[in-house]
């Protein structure tokens, strides 16, 4: 079974401060992992993807993400946060048997604090 | 602009009545799917379609259906059968021709019913 597990329903950050926002995932296979962030009261915007390659992801706003497969993970990180990057966080990994089935975390309330 | 809408962003409904939610995309997208939000769960999958005239059960099919007569409309109803309807419905659609993986959200339905 595939699955994604997120941690931390919540993580505070200062202004300027690195930020992670930690991700699990469980399946069998190759993983293909995704992040998006969610604003409120609006639909998800892709940041980043993990298909194959270099471990260190790089995506949109400065956002990367590394994968491990020792460890399972695919968190999220941003060297310098701000205020502007608080939303919400949902980690995804595709099914390996079927390439419409997506299944996401329960998402991460990111809060950057000025 | 290409992108999806979704309509209405707000949308009441009295128990009992069958309701549905609009999606079009001008992305020329294969692939379109239906999420149901709700707090603290991420996103479920309800239906998924990956070419016209074909649709697929997702995790939460129960209570909703769903038609795909065009490439770009995916309408979805809810219908008087769904116990808990009230929720956050997003649509998404996926370049599968390019081996797209990530999905495109539209900006979301917040169905009401009581």
């Known amino acids: 079974a595939q699955s994604v597990a997120q941690p931390e329903d919540q993580v505070n950050v200062a202004e300027g401060n690195p930020l992670t926002v930690k991700c699990t995932y469980s399946v069998s296979g190759n993983p293909y992992l995704f992040w998006y962030v969610q604003y409120p009261n609006r639909g998800l915007q892709f940041l980043l993807k993990y298909i194959t390659g270099d471990n260190l992801v790089k995506g949109s706003y400065g956002f990367e993400a590394e994968f491990n497969k020792s460890q399972t993970s695919f968190h999220l990180k941003k060297p310098s946060a701000l205020v502007s990057d608080s939303a919400l966080y949902f980690c995804a990994v595709r099914a390996v048997y079927n390439f419409n089935k997506f299944y996401f975390g329960s998402g991460t309330k990111l809060n950057v604090k000025p | 602009d290409g992108g999806i809408t979704q309509s209405p962003k707000y949308l009441f409904r009295k128990e009992g009545q069958n309701v549905t939610l609009s999606c079009e995309q001008n992305?020329?997208?294969?692939?379109m799917y239906w999420y149901r939000q709700d707090p603290g769960q991420g996103l479920r999958l309800i239906y998924y379609s990956q070419i016209v005239n074909d649709f697929q059960k997702g995790d939460i099919a129960e209570g909703y259906s769903v038609s795909r007569e065009k490439k770009e409309s995916f309408p979805l109803t809810v219908t008087s059968a769904q116990k808990n309807p009230t929720a956050f419905y997003l649509c998404?659609?996926?370049?599968?021709?390019?081996?797209?993986?990530?999905?495109?959200f539209g900006p979301g339905t917040r169905l009401t019913v009581t």
């Open positions: 998404a659609s996926r370049d599968t021709g390019r081996g797209g993986h990530e999905q495109y």
């Open positions: 992305l020329n997208h294969d692939a």
